[in-house]
């Protein structure tokens, strides 16, 4: 399992910010679980699907496809195969997320991806219930907050930027209501886990914050390497199924004088594999070689197959070893 940063904190705190730039710094995989939500959201929006209609949107769920992508280094966001990493950003976007957000439905339909993401790499991800319900053991939590004014003004400035037309005190009762929306929800509510470190950003720039949450990583994987246990297992080997196949393979090699085949390779070990080719075994891996194994015999490795290959067997009078495992 990948060493994981789990970064809350309610909207407008800079968390996508911060996580992404810290994640290069460290050299993370970074995971914007806010913008799968908002490809959630900008399909609603599209499809005109009322946003307090939870069982439609529930329904809507079932056609929606949402991926990530990285490209020269940035996370592209992928609604369906379109990207829409420009066009989740949308004020109107955010607005519908932040209700679907709490449908269960919705949180189910991509907590999958992300707990596989934390699963295979060493990730930073960011959201509002990662160190609480995505990511609950993750060896680093944070909880990134402002005041509603300083996430207003910050809000505005970004916009404003974009050459977008926007009104701050709009912007302000926006994200005022939404803290209240997000913080009430019946499903995973936002809050601060109770290992989480708070941090709390009005006062600090982007560059400082960062730090902090750098500061922090090294020290926890810094600590996770200095308390690292390991212990030897009791015993170790392949699992009774896999032996048992494998010392069936070893009797026909010595034993028999035809040629003796496998249906694909007895066990995912290749120098068990390269030993049994210098014994004669050979792996066959398609059922149109094991029609030409006539003559030989084949052994059916642990996995097993289906009654089909063993009716073609039958029919083409291959004799065969059957060591699928009996568990």
């Not at 910010?17 to 913008?35: N, P, S």
């Not at 929606?64 to 490209?71: C, D, L, P, T």
């Not at 907050?145 to 996430?151: C, D, E, Y």
């Not at 290749?270 to 015999?297: I, P």
């Amino acid at each position: 399992m990948g060493f994981n940063i789990a970064i809350d904190g309610p909207a407008g705190a800079g968390k996508s910010t911060i996580a992404r730039r810290a994640a290069k710094e460290l050299g993370f995989v970074y995971v914007d679980t806010g913008a799968m939500y908002r490809a959630m959201g900008l399909h609603i929006l599209r499809n005109q699907i009322p946003r307090e209609d939870e069982q439609a949107v529930a329904k809507a769920c079932q056609d929606v496809k949402v991926s990530i992508a990285y490209e020269s280094g940035e996370q592209q966001v992928y609604l369906n195969g379109e990207n829409v990493s420009g066009e989740i950003r949308r004020e109107e976007v955010g607005n519908v997320t932040s209700v679907i957000s709490a449908y269960p439905k919705v949180r189910e339909k991509l907590l999958h991806l992300q707990r596989n993401l934390a699963e295979k790499e060493d990730v930073i991800m960011d959201g509002r219930d990662i160190g609480t319900c995505v990511l609950p053991h993750a060896p680093l939590k944070l909880y990134l907050t402002a005041s509603v004014r300083t996430r207003a003004n910050r809000r505005y400035q970004e916009l404003t930027l974009k050459g977008m037309d926007c009104d701050l005190e709009a912007i302000c009762e926006d994200i005022a209501a939404r803290d209240q929306r997000d913080m009430n929800r019946a499903v995973s509510p936002l809050r601060q886990a109770e290992d989480a470190v708070l941090l709390e950003s009005s006062e600090l720039g982007i560059e400082e914050v960062t730090s902090l949450v750098v500061g922090y990583a090294k020290e926890r994987m810094r600590k996770g390497q200095e308390y690292m246990e390991v212990r030897t297992a009791k015993s170790a080997g392949f699992c009774p199924g896999v032996k048992r196949a494998v010392d069936l393979v070893y009797e026909q090699a010595e034993g028999s004088q035809k040629p003796v085949y496998t249906y694909g390779p007895i066990i995912h070990n290749e120098e068990v594999v390269k030993d049994l080719e210098q014994k004669g075994v050979r792996v066959v891996d398609t059922k149109e070689q094991l029609a030409d194994c006539r003559g030989g015999t084949v052994i059916i490795r642990s996995h097993g197959v289906s009654r089909e290959v063993y009716d073609m067997l039958k029919e083409n009078s291959v004799e065969y070893v059957d060591a699928t495992c009996p568990f």
